[in-house]
Structure formats: structure tokens, C-alpha cells
């Protein structure tokens, strides 16, 4: 039970990392600031990619978030 607690504690917090930087980027790309969205796109694929090694999320969920999002970024800068 002390495991599961403990490790419980440890995935919500993973998960919580990723879901607060893919927040970040959605909420640049509706603010439109090119320079910023560029810098946050590697940083959340790279919580992507910390989240699928830690087990908090499934490879092909972490491929599907990450290409969505880069689509909407080149979107957004191409404009």
C-alpha cells in the first residue's frame, strides 16, 4: 500500500508536468507570439517524451499530441 501511494504521488506529478507545458503552448499558440511558441515547442515534446519514458503516458499518445501540436505551431508561425 506504501508503494502504491508513493508511486501514485510520482505519476501525478509527472502527469501534471506534462499537462501544465502542453497548456503553456496551447495558450501561446492562441495568444500568437511567434518567439515564444518556437521556444516552447521542444520543451514540451521534450515533457512529452520524459512522461512516455516514466510510463505516464502511451508512446502512440505522446506521437499524437506531439504531432498535432507541431502542425499547430507551424500553422501559427507560417502566418
Do not use: C, F, Y
Amino acid at each position: 500500500m506504501r508503494q502504491s501511494e508513493r508511486r501514485r504521488a510520482i505519476n501525478r506529478s509527472n502527469r501534471a508536468k506534462l499537462r501544465t507545458s502542453i497548456k503553456q503552448l496551447r495558450g501561446a499558440l492562441s495568444g500568437g507570439d511567434a518567439k515564444e511558441i518556437s521556444a516552447l515547442l521542444p520543451k514540451t515534446v521534450s515533457e512529452i517524451d520524459k512522461a512516455v519514458k516514466k510510463g505516464a503516458l502511451h508512446r502512440n499518445a505522446a506521437a499524437r499530441h506531439k504531432s498535432r501540436l507541431t502542425a499547430r505551431v507551424n500553422q501559427a508561425t507560417a502566418k
